[in-house]
Each structure stands twice: as C-alpha cells, then as structure tokens.
C-alpha cells in the first residue's frame, strides 16, 4: 500500500510526492523536500517521517517550532500520526494524505431531529474522507477549488465562487454559505441555486448548531419521509429529499458551514459526495480564514489611514472612554456638545463623528463664533437677501443651508451672541429659519455639533448664554480631556505627527531619542495638543538627523521643570542648562530687588520672554 501527499492549493498546488522510507520536510528552506514560497512558512516548518515499527505502512508529522503552526484537519499540532485524509494546513498550502485502495470511512447511524421531523443520517468525520486513487475527476476537481478559491481577496466573490464550485462537482439544487462570528453566531449567508439565483433560503438551526458543535459533516436522505417533516412549513415548502453539511473550521473557532440539498424528485446523496463535500470544506475554510484576515488587515489600514486624517489618537483609559460614546453618538442625529480645553481637538471630534454617521457622505460645515461680529456672524449662518443691509449687493446662502443634510460645526458657541442664540434656539426646534432680510422660511435637515472651551454654567449663572438654549445643545455631551491629564498619549501623538509631517514634508523620520520622548512627557502642554503638533513640525522642519533630539524642539520644553513624569531620565547637558539659567535668573532678580524688568535689563533680555522662563522655570515662588 503506497502513501502520497498531494498539494491541493498554495504555490506547489497539483504536485503529488511519494512518502516512503526517507523523511520528507515542508519550509521556505530551498534546502527542503517540499520547497515552499510563503512568508507565512518558517524556513523548516514542519516534517514527515514513517512510524519506527508500524505493522503497517504510517508516517507521523512534526511540527519543527514553526512561527505560524502546522495544522491538520484545521487544529493545531505539535506531532501526530497521519490518517488516510488528513488534510495539512501549512501557510497557504494545503496537501492531502492520501493511501492506495478504498477505505472504509467510520459512519454511523442517527436520528436528525428539529421538533417534530426526523431522519436517517450518516455522519463523517473530517479524518474519514478518503479519495479513491482512481477518482482522477474529483481530485481534479479539489485541485481547481484549491486553486480558484486561493486567489480571491474577498469573502463575497469567494462565497460566489465556492458555490459555483460545489454546484459543479455536487448534484445538488441548491448550496448556501453560513458565516459565523468570533461568537459563533450567525454573521451572514450567501445561497445559489442551478436556477442562476442568489436569493438566500432558511437553514435547519438545528442542523447548523450540530454540525458546528460537533465538527462533523452530515448526510440525510428521504427526509420528508421521516416522521415530523412534513409538518415543517419550511421543509414542505422546499419539498427537500437529501441534505449535505459539513462545517468550516478555523485555528480560533468555526468559520461557518457549507449546506447543501436537493428536492422530492431530486437525486440522492451519497457517501462519496459527503466525502467529497468534507474535502472542500477543508480547502475552503484554510482559503476563508486567510480572506477574512486579509479583510481585517484592510479594515485596520483603513482604521489607521483614518487616523493619520485627524488627531484624535489615543490608547489611554481616557480616550477610549471617548472614542466609545463618540461610537454611539455618531450614528444618531442627535446635537453633540463638545467641552474642553483649546487644544484638545474638539473640531477633529466633530468631524469623527459626522464621518462616521449616516451624514458621511453629505457636507460638513464649521464656523468659529468667536471670530465674527455680530451682523456678520447672523449672515454667515443664515445667510442674506439681496439689499437686506449695505453692502449685500447679492443673495448670500447661509452656513445652514450649504449644510442641508449634512452636520453643522459651531466651533466657541459661547461667544455668540444672546440675541443670535435665540435664532438659533427656534433653528433647533422648528428647523427652520429665514434669511436676514427674507420673509420665506427655509426647512433644512441638519445636524448640530456646538463646541466650547468656556464654563457654560459659569456663564448661564452671569447672564451671557441662554439656559434653553443649553438643554437644547447638550443632549449628548462629552468632555476632552487636556493633555496634561493623558500623558501616556503623548508618545503615540508624538510618533502620529511625525508621520504625518514627514509624508508631508519629505523627510524621512524615524521617531524620537528617550530624551527627546522624555522631555514631552514630562512637559505639561498647556496649548494640547495642538501644541504638541507644532512642537512636532518644527522638530521636523529643523531637524537634521533620522531621530528627533531634544535640541530640535522648542525651548519651553526643553526649560519645563521635572514634574508628573520626571523620573524619566533626560540629558545631563538640558538639565545643566537649565540649573544654569535658574541661578542667573534668580540671582538677577533679587539683585534688583524683585523688579523683573530691570532684572531684564541687567541680563540683556526682553522683559516679556524673562517672565516666561521664570514660569517655565518653576521660579515664580521663589522669587516672589
């Protein structure tokens, strides 16, 4: 009896080798038996040698400390003796175990039941599958699958084309693909039918269950004559004789499972078809887990190239507090208010939010309040008719309207206004408004995003913001936090701006000294971070070398006193340095008698950048 291992996908895919006497070795190594082009296979992955003393002809496999795993029947092993169709999982190739002369597959007996139906069933293990050495057609067959399903990058056109396959070499009526979470739970289906039609049909939740829990292929024929079957509405409907299933199974959990049946005057299955079905679940569960983690990989790039657009990073406790209310705000159209410092990057968090909404694609709209008189601030938000007052030779569309369904970004909403937040109260609750100067009222679907760095009770309680207006912006309110209170961010927004500035600059950087990464950290950052991002630019701008160094960044954090951080070390020379500064400047300043301009004077200085050090410093309690 001779053993063969066939290679049904990945580079080698249609090569059969002999296993014999000598052992046999898998890897990237061109050294090896088996030479395999994958970056996903270590350079001695795995290797197969024959049974000291079997009675019979066996081989056992060993897994030789692989990066990625060696994987039989979808597990992972360490060693194990090989069985007649064993299929082995190495990178993206997958060979098959095969033995001359029919085997006998293990199958027994038993009742499929789901309420009130019932019928005979053979089950198959995925280690029972044997293909016959004559059966040319179907190993041809598994070879194609094999070679079709590895080349699709994602899971719809392999859901399409696995169907296709299993239509081609099953005579079945009609096949569905069942995807199933990280959970197990369902996450979506695709179906298909010799008619040509894709329109999903119901499963036996029973079936499916059994089929995942168990890891095993099943086989059910003459179902409707089973007792209880025809009293299922979805059974009776479909008038299904014989029914296949065999689960997908991945190294974390079921993938889903393969289904497929054929009607009352149908043909029968048998057990070569389950066997045949068993194989191609294997090929096509190694071929789903690589799309899918293909899928997740693109949908993390596209997370990250998110995040290179804006500057709301952050791993800290803090920040992924935010990031999970913004998450559930987004898809609402409920009014979002915004608190924080300046600097904490409100407006980022706005548009966050309205490209994650159903808004994503419509207009985004910002207007700071702060910078506009009140006339004009009224006519960039609602707009003017022509000679509504001097100068408005022409009509002019308002913010509102340009952001007709889409979001409205009102960047220091505190410094509106009072007789303006009245507008804007009736906007909010009418949604409408008229043109200064109009008489028609304009209908519009916007939503409201309002930010402020202010006290807005502090400001209700002196009279110069409007409390309903208040209960009207603050539905969902959420507070950024300063900078100073997520230090362990600062690196991660650190190494982000120097990627963005680099890309955007030309110059290549490749990340920060310790010192330099310890001087931000312990910096207090009273700008946020918008502040950090101009430290960063200007450490890319200036910089000559492929690490950022403490000299490439601004003096007032090179002058920041130890604090909050502080025991991480920082150069002895910025730390002379400033010990050096600290002296003069003391010294100058009770020399003249507390009088910081003519301590200025004496030390040659500008008056204003004295008191700067001096607070940098640390130096105001001690010269006072």
């Known amino acids: 009896m001779g053993s063969r291992l066939i290679a049904i996908s990945g580079s080698l895919a249609g090569t059969t080798l002999t296993l014999g006497a000598r052992p046999v070795t898998l890897g990237r190594d061109r050294a090896s038996t088996l030479h395999l082009r994958d970056l996903a296979v270590s350079r001695l992955h795995c290797t197969i040698e024959p049974v000291p003393g079997a009675t019979q002809e066996g081989f056992r496999l060993r897994d030789a400390d692989s990066r990625h795993g060696t994987f039989v029947n979808g597990l992972p092993v360490r060693e194990r003796v090989l069985e007649p169709g064993d299929r082995i999982a190495v990178g993206e190739s997958l060979f098959l175990v095969q033995v001359d002369g029919p085997e006998t597959p293990t199958a027994t007996g038993l009742f499929l ?12 293990r995925p280690v029972d599958a044997v293909l016959d050495a004559p059966a040319q057609r179907t190993l041809q067959a598994l070879l194609r699958i094999g070679q079709d399903l590895h080349a699709l990058r994602t899971t719809e056109a392999l859901a399409r084309r696995l ?29 298909a039918d010799r008619a040509g039609s894709s329109t999903p049909f119901p499963l036996s939740r029973t079936l499916a269950e059994r089929v995942v829990r168990d890891r095993q292929a099943e086989l059910a024929n003459d179902v409707l004559l089973g007792p209880g079957w025809g009293e299922t509405e979805s059974v009776r409907a479909a008038r299904i004789r014989s029914l296949l299933a065999a689960p997908l199974l991945g190294t974390a959990g079921p993938l889903g499972l393969l289904y497929l049946d054929t009607r009352e005057d149908g043909p029968r299955f048998d057990e070569t078809h389950l066997e045949l079905l068993t194989a191609i679940a294997g090929i096509a569960s190694l071929a789903l887990a690589n799309t899918r983690h293909m899928e997740w990989l693109a949908a993390e790039r596209d997370r990250l190239e998110e995040a290179i657009d804006h500057d709301l990073v952050g791993e800290s406790p803090r920040m992924r507090e935010i990031w999970r209310l913004l998450a559930r705000a987004a898809p609402s159209d409920a009014t979002v208010l915004l608190r924080g410092e300046s600097g904490t990057g409100k407006e980022v968090a706005a548009r966050a939010i309205h490209r994650q909404s159903r808004r994503a694609h419509r207009p985004f709209v910002a207007i700071n309040c702060a910078t506009l008189s009140e006339t004009l601030l009224e006519s960039e938000l609602f707009g003017h008719e022509q000679g509504a007052f001097t100068g408005a030779v022409a009509r002019k569309t308002g913010k509102f309207e340009v952001a007709d369904t889409g979001t409205l970004f009102l960047d220091e909403i505190a410094e509106m206004p009072p007789t303006l937040q009245a507008k804007l109260l009736r906007v909010l609750q009418e949604r409408e408004f008229e043109r200064v100067g109009g008489t028609r009222p304009i209908r519009v679907d916007v939503r409201v995003i309002a930010a402020t760095h202010r006290d807005l009770e502090a400001a209700i309680r002196a009279g110069t913001f409007r409390e309903d207006l208040f209960y009207r912006l ?138 700067r050090l001096i607070t940098n410093l640390g130096l105001r309690d001690e010269i006072e």
């Open 474 to 611: 603050n539905v969902i309110s959420c507070i950024l936090p300063p900078l100073r209170e997520r230090r362990e961010d600062v690196p991660l927004l650190a190494s982000h701006f120097a990627a963005r500035f680099g890309t955007r600059l030309g110059r290549r950087v490749a990340g920060f000294t310790p010192e330099a990464r310890a001087l931000l950290q312990r910096y207090a950052w009273p700008g946020n971070v918008r502040e950090l991002s101009n430290a960063v630019e200007r450490a890319i701008v200036l910089g000559e070398d492929d690490l950022i160094r403490p000299e490439d960044l601004p003096e007032t954090i090179l002058e920041a006193p130890p604090g909050g951080t502080g025991k991480i070390p920082v150069t002895r020379f910025h730390e002379t340095i400033n010990e050096t500064k600290k002296r003069l400047i003391v010294t100058a300043v009770r020399a003249a008698g507390g009088n910081v301009t003519k301590a200025a004077e004496q030390l040659g200085l500008n008056a204003n950048y004295l008191h």
């Open 163 to 191: 169907l296709a396959l299993l239509l081609d070499a099953i005579p079945a009526e009609r096949a569905a693909l069942l995807l199933l979470d990280r959970s197990g739970e369902p996450a979506g289906s695709h179906a």
């Open 113 to 124: 039941e789901e309420g009130g139906f019932s019928a005979e069933s053979t089950i198959l």
